[in-house]
T-cell receptor, first 116, second 119 residues
Framework: DTGVSQDPRHKITKRGQNVTFRCDPISEHNRLYWYRQTLGQGPEFLTYFQNEAQLEKSRLLSDRFSAERPKGSFSTLEIQRTEQGDSAMYLC??????????????FGEGSWLTVV | AQTVTQSQPEMSVQEAETVTLSCTYDTSESDYYLFWYKQPPSRQMILVIRQEAYKQQNATENRFSVNFQKAAKSFSLKISDSQLGDAAMYFCAYRSLNTGGTSYGKLTFGQGTILTVHP
């Protein structure tokens, strides 16, 4: 098992274009999280899945953002009509279990988005 | 909602010396986890140490230890015998264990502290 992997690692796009990021969690991890991190700041929660069900979405996640986890394995985060304010690193994380004691959350290396 | 505050944007330490990073948090819950994560430049977030709120004993992992003061809502990280590889951004994070709350299971992060280690 190689950990949480994210693709692409870097993406430069023009304002108004759509972008999609993919996250492959650690095998058998049923919880998957998306966070956004801007330079010099801590990660901010966006959304999370338990298996294929999206259980919570942050108010940070505008209508232009959509996340899916169709078979409870990998997940995609799509941003439509990108804006310069969307420039950030998008972090994916996963954990085994429903968040009780001992369930560590593991992070991927992140996907950097630059909107020009 | 819970908040996590790291009041030291940057800290520096000499190699082999000891440094302490500060973290305070605000919550009305009694059952939670606290974490310190390390994020090297352009690399992934790695768990350094965790503390269960119900435990009075401070967690220790090799050169890393915490000072957990539940009443004061304080959770500092001490790095002993600092090494060049310790240089990174350090984040304090809170994880709710309140199954009835909307924050259950997810992490709330502080703003981070950049640690520089001088040879």
């Amino acid at each position: 098992d190689t950990g949480v992997s994210q693709d692409p690692r870097h993406k430069i796009t023009k304002r108004g274009q759509n972008v999609t990021f993919r996250c492959d969690p650690i095998s058998e991890h049923n919880r998957l999280y998306w966070y956004r991190q801007t330079l010099g700041q801590g990660p901010e929660f966006l959304t999370y899945f338990q298996n294929e069900a999206q259980l919570e979405k942050s108010r940070l996640l505008s209508d232009r953002f959509s996340a899916e986890r169709p078979k409870g394995s990998f997940s995609t985060l799509e941003i439509q009509r990108t804006e310069q304010g969307d420039s950030a690193m998008y972090l994916c994380a996963s954990s085994l279990g429903s968040g009780g004691y001992g369930n560590t959350i593991y992070f991927g290396e992140g996907s950097w988005l630059t909107v020009v | 909602a819970q908040t996590v505050t790291q009041s030291q944007p940057e800290m520096s330490v000499q190699e082999a010396e000891t440094v302490t990073l500060s973290c305070t948090y605000d919550t009305s819950e009694s059952d939670y986890y606290l974490f310190w994560y390390k994020q090297p430049p352009s690399r992934q977030m790695i768990l350094v140490i965790r503390q269960e709120a119900y435990k009075q004993q401070n967690a220790t992992e090799n050169r890393f230890s915490v000072n957990f003061q539940k009443a004061a809502k304080s959770f500092s990280l001490k790095i002993s015998d600092s090494q060049l590889g310790d240089a990174a951004m350090y984040f304090c994070a809170y994880r709710s264990l309140n199954t009835g709350g909307t924050s259950y299971g997810k992490l709330t992060f502080g703003q981070g502290t950049i640690l520089t280690v001088h040879p």
